[in-house]
């Protein structure tokens, strides 16, 4: 096959976490394009009525409940995906959790474990799954979701800024492995974005965030989205392993 042959062939893309805030967005986006799209997400209720919205549209749209810190639940997405789509040329790691809000003192073993577990582990076990058919193939795009805690630390958010963190340098990693491979690997670094995972966050940790944002608010998910979709499209083509910003200015590098 050639490579303009290859670049006309129908996309499919696992987007984890694609029930909610970014990863819902950026399904919406593929989908939108022509992109065949798994979303993926361990939240029963918000699946299947996010299923039952895209079916309404007619987008090309399927639905797998996973809990991706579990290997074997991660194995039965990719077999899915390969029965429904015959394979995966894009992977969009979204699923996160914040985990313990609190003084590093005060948290848990478990509640570290739990946090390293979906954002850390999770984000690698997706990687590792996609890369043993991308490799082969070839080709592949990978987005791993990070965020800004992850380049500059939050307080009273160890386990998720640490394992943000990790997930930059796990981007780096594998990005240089898969490079000669024709696999593009990148992650981003939002800062706070209007989806369910602030919705419980105070009016003044909100106000204090967006003090420091220079354009003066918070994200919105389509916004990254469209960065996602750029990340993941044949147009990405000479950079990998770097760390996008979409901080509406708060990080500069
Ligand atoms: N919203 C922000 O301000 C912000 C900022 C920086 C980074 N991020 C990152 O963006 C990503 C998406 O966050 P969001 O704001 O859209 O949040 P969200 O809560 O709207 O969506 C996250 C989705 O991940 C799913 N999920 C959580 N744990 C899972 C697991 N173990 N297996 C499968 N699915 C799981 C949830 O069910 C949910 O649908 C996360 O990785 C988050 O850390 C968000």
Redesign the pocket.
Known sequence: MTASETSRQVRTAII?????????ATAYKLAGSGINVVI????EE?LSKQLAAFEKEGLPVAGYR????RPEEVKGLFEFTRQKFGGVQILV??????GPNKPAIQVSLEEWQSTVD??LT?TFLCCQAALKEMIPAKYGRIVN?????GKEGNPNLAA?SAT?GAVIALTKSLAKEAASAGVIINAL??????????KDTNQQTLDYMISRIPLGR??Q?QEVAEMIAWMASDACTFTTGFCFDISGGRATY
């Open positions: 984890t976490g694609g029930a909610s805030g970014i990863g819902l993926a997400d361990f939240n918000t996973v809990n991706i810190s790691n979204c699923a996160g959790m914040v979906v954002n999770g979701v990070a965020s800004i805690a998720y943000k670094a939002p800062a706070v974005i209007a989806t369910p995972m602030n918070v994200g998910p």
